[in-house]
């Protein structure tokens, strides 16, 4: 059973960091993109970042502020997450995908989902 739990979320105020954290296991995603999707209510889900063979790609919302990486030898997925801002207030996912038919900035190119962590920062 392939399972993507997230964790690291929390209450932070403006200008702090945060790490969120993706444990992949079932399968092995080497060969996969691997992503940070947020949302918030009523809103659609919102590219954060991705990365595959080292390669990565960040929305322009968060580039500079925000790393992603993996830890290949634990099957994990993180996200460094620094000079948070109100608006980086979301639930965040991580998800695991191909990317065969749709670009790897859109959920639909995602097969697995994380169940997602609360990140809120306060002004």
């Known amino acids: 059973q392939v399972q993507l739990i997230e964790s690291g979320g929390g209450t932070v105020q403006a200008g702090d960091s945060l790490r969120l954290s993706c444990a992949a296991s079932?399968?092995?995603?080497?060969?996969?993109?691997m992503a940070w999707f947020r949302q918030t209510p009523g809103k659609e889900r919102e590219f954060v970042a991705n990365?595959?063979?080292?390669?990565?790609a960040y929305a322009d919302s968060v580039k500079g502020r925000f790393t992603i990486s993996t830890d290949n030898s634990k099957s994990t997925l993180y996200l460094q997450m620094n000079s948070l801002k109100p608006d980086d207030t979301a639930m965040y996912y991580c998800a695991a995908g191909s990317a065969i038919t749709s670009s790897a900035r859109n959920p639909a190119a995602y097969n697995y989902w994380g169940q997602g962590t609360q990140v809120t920062v306060s002004s």
């Open positions: 990365i595959r063979w080292g390669n990565t």
């Open positions: 079932g399968r092995s995603f080497r060969n996969n993109y």
